[in-house]
């Protein structure tokens, strides 16, 4: 979901030592999904307080590690040219497929689990869920 799209608690707290921390990790205005995991190890909080915070101060998400959204110019981190596909290794597609909620969407956390236990990028396995016709959901920052 797009940040303009949120509906935002109004008055909502962000700890000011987050604020300058998101506001330090800021490149072209917004926060790459894999700082913002850094950024929410180093402060000891969970990666979805770092996405609200990031909502809260309008501050967009971008270079989502599934691929999914935040590259400028492109829909999908698969749509750069140059970008580098993998083969889809044996098991990848029916361990997504048995990863599955009821809904028949992938979680994010789940789609992590799938990359690392296949040893491939994140965005590969994004890129296999929407080859697949699978929505990926749940993202563990609060994007969508």
Partial sequence: MALKDKKIPAGRPVDPAL???????LIDGTVGCAAAFTLAKEKGVVPLAVGEAADTLGVHLSHCQLGL???????KAWDIPGWKQANVPAGLEEAIRS????DGSLSCAAAWTAADRFGVARAQVGRLATR???KIKRCQLGAF
């Fill in 19 to 25: 604020t300058e921390a998101i506001r330090g990790r």
């Fill in 69 to 75: 959204f935040g590259f400028s110019g492109h829909a």
């Fill in 99 to 102: 990863a599955l909620d009821p």
């Fill in 132 to 134: 697949l016709n699978i």
